[in-house]
């Protein structure tokens, strides 16, 4: 069986150049990829009764639309490059998501950014 890696973007630089490296390690070791995006997401947010009722709606909009406007284009152009490579969106905790996503589909390997678009106190003391 080949090796699997989960690839977390996130928008960033950092996340850019680590599926790059990603990518360069799948072709090293002819691993499958998956790229997932995760949209920061808290049930414990306060809301309005309206924005309560709109709120599936919305989420779904928003794992569509990170699909299609992420990680689709970044899917084609892997399989492009003759790399196996799947797609994974959802809402959470980057960082247990990530590793719930890893444990589901028996990832060998989780590679994300170093750094993301985060504030120097975020950086210096450390983040997802």
């Known amino acids: 069986m080949s090796e699997l890696y989960l690839v977390g973007l996130d928008g960033s630089d950092a996340s850019q150049r680590a599926l790059a490296e990603a990518e360069r390690q799948a072709k090293l070791s002819n691993a499958a990829l998956i790229v ?4 920061p997401w808290s049930p414990f947010t306060f809301s309005t009764p ?3 009722a709109n709120r599936h709606q ?7 639309r990170a699909s299609e406007c992420v990680l689709k284009p970044e899917q084609q ?3 492009g490059e003759g790399l196996e490579t799947g797609i994974e969106v959802r809402h959470g905790h980057p ?3 990530l ?3 890893a444990k589901e589909n028996d ?4 590679i994300i950014g170093a750094t993301g678009d985060r504030p120097l106190k975020t950086r210096i ?3 997802t």
């Open 107 to 110: 990832a060998d390997m989780i």
């Open 50 to 52: 309206e924005e309560n």
């Open 95 to 97: 960082a247990r998501t």
């Open 58 to 64: 919305r989420r779904e909009e928003e794992l569509s």
């Open 36 to 39: 997932s995006y995760v949209i």
């Open 125 to 127: 003391i450390g983040g």
């Open 77 to 79: 152009r892997l399989i």
């Open 99 to 101: 590793v719930q996503l």
